[in-house]
Nanobody, 127 residues
Framework: QVQLVESGGGSVQAGGSLRLACTAS????????ITWFRQAPGGEREGIAS???????TYADSMKGRFTISQDNAKNTLYLQMNSLKPEDTAMYYC?????????????????????WGKGTLVTISS
């Protein structure tokens, strides 16, 4: 079992920055890749960036440049640094985990392959 808890969301003006955190509690011997997703109102859930247990990161092409994923293994916490935020970044942001022993981490930006999900944190960007 894996439990994921997101934090750090809030309301900021366009051009501002936020850092989201995802704290993972892992109760298995497996290792996981963890991915940040977002879902805007009326939209589909889209992958932003993923990081494997060895620190290798993968980004969606549209997310490169303004978003940075990182992890602090000592704190079991994953971060998403978001800069130069735009109103269209307004969404619920989720972290999700997939077992690296399975196939989910081959395409970690696809929501359908994730095994565990957090409840999300809301980000609102005003113009």
């Amino acid at each position: 079992q894996v439990q994921l808890v997101e934090s750090g969301g809030g309301s900021v003006q366009a051009g501002g920055s936020l850092r989201l955190a995802c704290t993972a509690s892992i109760y298995t011997d497996s290792t996981y890749c963890i991915t940040w997703f977002r879902q805007a109102p009326g939209g589909e859930r889209e992958g932003i960036a993923s990081i494997e247990s060895d620190g290798m990161a993968t980004y969606a092409d549209s997310m490169k440049g303004r978003f940075t994923i990182s992890q602090d293994n000592a704190k079991n916490t994953l971060y998403l640094q978001m800069n130069s935020l735009k109103p269209e970044d307004t969404a619920m942001y989720y972290c999700a985990a997939a077992d690296e022993g399975g196939v989910g981490c081959i395409t970690p930006l696809e929501a359908r392959v994730m095994d565990y999900w957090g409840k999300g944190t809301l980000v609102t960007i005003s113009s």
